[in-house]
C-alpha cells in the first residue's frame, strides 16, 4: 500500500505536468493525455502501470491494495469528468468514461506489446469522440 500511494503522488505530479501544462483548453488537455502517454511509454524503464498489476495480484475488491488501486484509477476517472465537463460535451460523464477506458486500454495493450502505438491510436478514437460530442451539442 506505501509502494502505491508513492506511485499515486509520482503519477499525479506526472499528470499535472505532462497535461495541464501543454493547454489550457480543456479539449487539448484531453488530447494531451495521449500524448503524454505516449512519452511515458517511451520512457527508459516503463514497464506498464502499478495499479494494474496490484489489482490483479489482490483480485479481492476489499484488500487494502485493491482498493488503493481502484482509489488511484477512481482519481483518473473524477480528472477526466473535469475535462470533459470543461469542454461542453453534450455528455460529459458518457465522454469521460469513454476517454477513460481508451487511457486504461492503451496502458494495458502497451504493457502487453510494448511501443508507443498505443497512445497513438488511442487518441485518434479519444479525437473522433471529441468531435462526435462537441457535434452533438451543436
Given at each position: 500500500?506505501?509502494?502505491?500511494?508513492?506511485?499515486?503522488?509520482?503519477?499525479?505530479?506526472w499528470l499535472a505536468s505532462a497535461v495541464e501544462h501543454r493547454?489550457?483548453?480543456?479539449?487539448?488537455?484531453i488530447r494531451a493525455l495521449f500524448l503524454a502517454l505516449r512519452d511515458?511509454?517511451?520512457?527508459?524503464?516503463?514497464?506498464?502501470?502499478?495499479?494494474?498489476?496490484?489489482?490483479?495480484?489482490?483480485p479481492s475488491p476489499e484488500h487494502p491494495v485493491h482498493r488503493t488501486a481502484r482509489a488511484h484509477k477512481e482519481?483518473?476517472?473524477?480528472?477526466?469528468?473535469?475535462?470533459?465537463?470543461?469542454?461542453?460535451?453534450?455528455?460529459?460523464a458518457m465522454?469521460?468514461?469513454q476517454i477513460y477506458l481508451l487511457f486504461e486500454g492503451a496502458i494495458t495493450a502497451s504493457q502487453l506489446?510494448?511501443?508507443?502505438?498505443?497512445?497513438?491510436?488511442?487518441?485518434?478514437?479519444?479525437?473522433?469522440l471529441i468531435i462526435a460530442a462537441s457535434e452533438a451539442i451543436t
Amino acid at each position: 500500500v506505501a509502494t502505491l500511494n508513492r506511485e499515486d503522488r509520482m503519477f499525479r505530479e506526472w499528470l499535472a505536468s505532462a497535461v495541464e501544462h501543454r493547454s489550457q483548453h480543456p479539449k487539448d488537455r484531453i488530447r494531451a493525455l495521449f500524448l503524454a502517454l505516449r512519452d511515458r511509454f517511451a520512457s527508459e524503464g516503463y514497464c506498464g502501470c502499478a495499479f494494474i498489476r496490484a489489482s490483479i495480484e489482490f483480485p479481492s475488491p476489499e484488500h487494502p491494495v485493491h482498493r488503493t488501486a481502484r482509489a488511484h484509477k477512481e482519481m483518473i476517472r473524477s480528472y477526466l469528468k473535469g475535462l470533459t465537463t470543461e469542454t461542453g460535451a453534450a455528455d460529459p460523464a458518457m465522454l469521460s468514461e469513454q476517454i477513460y477506458l481508451l487511457f486504461e486500454g492503451a496502458i494495458t495493450a502497451s504493457q502487453l506489446h510494448g511501443g508507443v502505438c498505443p497512445a497513438d491510436h488511442a487518441l485518434r478514437a479519444a479525437e473522433s469522440l471529441i468531435i462526435a460530442a462537441s457535434e452533438a451539442i451543436t
